[in-house]
């Protein structure tokens, strides 16, 4: 099960950390994403962090701003947005990924996911 929280009105150029905490399973062998979906579109890819916190993947849209982590010992995961623009307002949702590949190196495909939280409103006001 995972539980993301953190979400909140924030204004143009501000700042939120989300973060997902999973329960059951062993949290350190799946590769963790980000997603997120703005009302009447489609969910699409944020970010990802390999099952070490190695390696990460970014969409072009929030590369250089967000920031993706984890803290296994906790079995969270975080996404750090910095100067937030007000079309990053949607629902944002973490995921986890069983795959070997996925494990090992993240991805951003929301098929290879196979667990997700209920999802954190982020609304950005200009």
């Known amino acids: 099960q995972l539980q993301a929280s953190g979400g909140g009105l924030v204004q143009a150029g501000g700042s939120l950390r989300l973060s997902c905490t999973a329960s059951?399973?062993?949290?350190?062998?799946?590769?963790m994403g980000w997603f997120r979906q703005a009302p009447g579109k489609e969910r699409t890819f944020v970010a990802s962090?390999?099952?070490?916190?190695?390696?990460?993947k970014y969409a072009d849209a929030v590369k250089g701003r967000f920031t993706i982590s984890r803290d296994n010992a906790k079995n969270t995961v975080y996404l750090q947005m910095n100067s937030l623009k007000p079309e990053d307002t949607a629902v944002y949702f973490c995921?986890?990924?069983?795959?070997?590949?996925?494990?090992?190196?993240?991805?951003?495909?929301?098929?290879?996911?196979?667990?997700w939280g209920q999802g954190t409103q982020v609304t950005v006001s200009s």
């Open positions: 995921a986890a990924a069983a795959s070997r590949i996925c494990s090992d190196y993240g991805c951003r495909e929301l098929r290879s996911y196979v667990y």
């Open positions: 962090i390999n099952r070490s916190g190695v390696t990460t």
């Open positions: 059951g399973g062993t949290f350190s062998n799946y590769g």
